[in-house]
């Protein structure tokens, strides 16, 4: 059974889904006003682990990931270049959905973006008003969180010292106090053509309530699952809470999820420290993005995680090592009865699924995918695994992968084009064709294929 750490209980549960075999999962996506950085892609990347997990265990899953293409930098960004906002922030959304590509991270079967859903927004804030839990000021209309009693369920925030009338206006605030903020945001000077009509007059949304109203539209009014990163818990996430169930009355998700931050080297991410990082940026020093995924995906994600440089090349190594044992598997002819073989694997299968079953503990589960590894590879160094239990190991890395994606098992022409010319190489040694065996393994080596001839015959992996 899969069990989760709820932020909203403060305690692990078993997922138990709304509906029987279903996931309904929304997770925070960016707000495209610059190109997502390492610390983002943590987020996404623990998100895109439980995502295939739940596909793992054989559930349907139905993920949104909003855009939020209007909020107060979205506008600032596109007044500061002089273009719309559509022109501004389309190359933003562009680079995310590369960057996910690249980073083998599974699409989401819908990104509403902010712009797309101002209807909806408007009737959740006019659902809310009808609540009488809205005031209006100076033309913007604001969420009165007296009016919710359990405002701060969610991040331990005490609202029982609020003033009155205290309020925000700005989208983003990080100071830790309570204030009403803004659901409907009055047209300024500073927000050019970025404006829309309402019945609360000519402007446009706040931030917060985007998320509810796009959230709800296709996930219904109370959800399975709500992921993001632990800033967005105060206040993104508790006023979402607030406004959703002051105007359904209903609870808005069951379940809460929250990735710890990223450092850098052991120290927070900033441009001025000069450790701040796109994608595009680690990439261009030459680092390959399956061992980025990997690095990004190997810490827990309720523990900070620590990007260095020495931990992509570790990410790497550990890669090709599994590539390495894979490529190992192909050369096992040995054939008989092999029950140590077979219990190596099925013990490594059920270790790994009760790791992950615990709030997806990936540390041991990748822990006992190379505990097989080593094993598996003493059998075959003494030419004791069969193939059965190759194909049983192979098998099993098969829907491993479909969790860690970092490995291919698509390209079978490619193995046994490398299989066709070690057979002309042996055949050529065989009749003393030094020339023609040299040829071909030159050939091989350019391909990054090395040979290692042994008692048992020729073993081959990439480099």
């Known amino acids: 059974m899969l069990h989760l750490h709820n932020t909203l209980t403060r305690r692990q ?11 309904k999962l929304y997770t925070c996506g960016p707000t495209v006003y610059d190109y997502a950085h390492i610390g983002n892609f943590r987020a996404y990347v623990f998100e895109d682990l439980l995502r295939r997990y739940f596909k793992f ?4 899953v139905t993920q949104v990931q909003n855009l939020t293409d209007v909020d107060d930098k979205t506008i600032k960004g596109a007044r500061a270049q002089g273009v719309s906002l559509k022109e501004y922030t389309a190359k933003y959304i562009q680079s995310f959905f590369n960057d996910l590509k ?3 991270i599974e699409p989401a079967e ?11 927004m408007i009737s959740l804030i006019a659902r809310l008003r009808d609540k009488g839990v809205t005031y209006e000021s100076e033309g913007s209309t604001y969420f009165r969180i007296s009016a919710f009693p359990s405002y701060g369920k969610l991040s331990g925030m005490d609202a029982s010292s609020l003033i009155a009338g205290a309020r925000v206006e700005v989208d983003e605030y990080e100071k830790e106090e309570a204030r009403d903020f803004a659901l409907w945001k009055a047209w300024r000077e500073e927000d050019g053509e970025v404006w829309w009509d309402s019945p609360f007059g000519k402007g446009r949304p706040g931030w917060h309530i985007e998320c509810s109203a796009m959230s709800m539209k ?19 996430h508790e006023n979402e809470i607030a406004q959703s169930e002051a105007a359904t009355g209903k609870t808005f998700v069951n379940y809460w999820l929250h990735c710890r931050f990223l450092l850098v080297e052991g120290r ?12 595009k940026d680690i990439l261009a020093k030459g680092y390959k993005p399956d061992a980025v995924r990997w690095l990004l995906m190997s810490t827990h994600y309720r523990q900070p995680l620590n990007f260095t440089f020495d931990g992509i090349i570790a990410a790497e190594n550990a890669i090709q090592r599994l590539k390495d044992f894979l490529l190992s598997l192909n050369s096992v002819t040995h054939s008989c009865i092999d029950n140590t073989g077979r219990e190596i694997v099925e013990k490594a299968e059920k270790e790994f699924t009760e790791a992950l079953d615990d709030d997806l503990n990936i540390a041991p589960a990748l822990g006992a995918i190379f505990t097989m590894v080593k094993d598996l590879n003493k059998m075959m160094a003494e030419n004791q695994l069969t193939v059965e239990s190759a194909q049983k190991a192979r098998q099993f890395l098969e829907k491993v992968n479909s969790i860690l994606g970092v490995l291919d098992f698509s390209a079978p022409q490619a193995d046994a084009l490398v299989d066709d010319l070690i057979k002309q190489r042996v055949e050529a040694r065989k009749n003393r064709d030094f020339k023609t065996a040299d040829a071909v393994r030159k050939q091989l080596t350019e391909m990054g294929i090395v040979l290692e001839d042994t008692a048992e015959g020729t073993r081959w992996k990439k480099i």
Not at 13 to 23: A, M, Q, R, Y
Not at 110 to 118: D, K, L, R
Not at 227 to 236: A, K, S, V
Request: net charge negative; hydrophobic share 30%; glycine share 12%.
């Open 268 to 279: 927070k991410m900033s441009k001025s420290l000069g450790n701040f990082y796109t994608l």
């Open 57 to 60: 265990k054989g559930y349907k």
């Open 102 to 104: 690249t980073l083998k």
């Open 110 to 120: 819908i990104y509403p973006a902010a712009t797309g859903h101002i209807p909806e």
């Open 13 to 23: 549960e078993e997922f138990i889904p709304l509906t029987p075999g279903e996931v």
């Open 218 to 236: 296709y996930l219904g009014e109370t959800f399975d699952l709500h992921c993001g990163g632990e800033d967005n818990i105060f206040p993104h």
